[in-house]
């Protein structure tokens, strides 16, 4: 029973690591965006939010592992909501970004829509 144990210290450990990086992002965004950005959110989910089927995971990036974080900006609400996608997702989405730059993908409006369900769903969850 200390896989589960071990398995939630990990999971800590990488949410302390990304907490920091989204921090960074978070205080990129304020320059950027200024006062529209006023706080910042990290789905938490093991569910990829993208294709809500498979989990979130490492991806294969130039040979080595890495976990992706992405963030999207939910303007109504000012807030600043990082994410990790499944590698399928991710690979998608980078492979979209190098035939189409700047130009957002359906996979894109699918994660804002289940982000910003599943952060009102959070918000509720607090009352
Ligand atoms: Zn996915």
Redesign the pocket.
């Known amino acids: 029973m200390s896989s589960k144990r071990s398995r939630n210290r990990k999971s800590a450990n990488v949410h302390e690591a990304y907490f920091e990086a989204m921090n960074a992002m978070f205080e990129q965004a304020k320059a950027y965006f200024g006062s529209a950005v006023k706080s910042f959110w990290f789905h938490e989910g093991v569910i ?1 939010p ?5 989990e979130i995971g490492n991806v294969n990036f130039k040979g080595k592992e890495a976990l992706g974080l992405n963030a999207f900006m939910y303007r109504k609400r000012g807030v600043l909501i990082g994410y990790f ?2 590698d ?3 690979n998608y989405i980078h492979a979209q970004s190098q035939v189409n730059p700047y130009k957002q993908t359906a996979l894109h409006t699918d994660i804002e829509r289940n982000l910003e369900e599943a952060y009102l769903k959070h918000l509720s969850s607090l009352n």
């Open positions: 990829c993208a294709c809500l089927k498979n996608l499944c399928i997702c991710t």
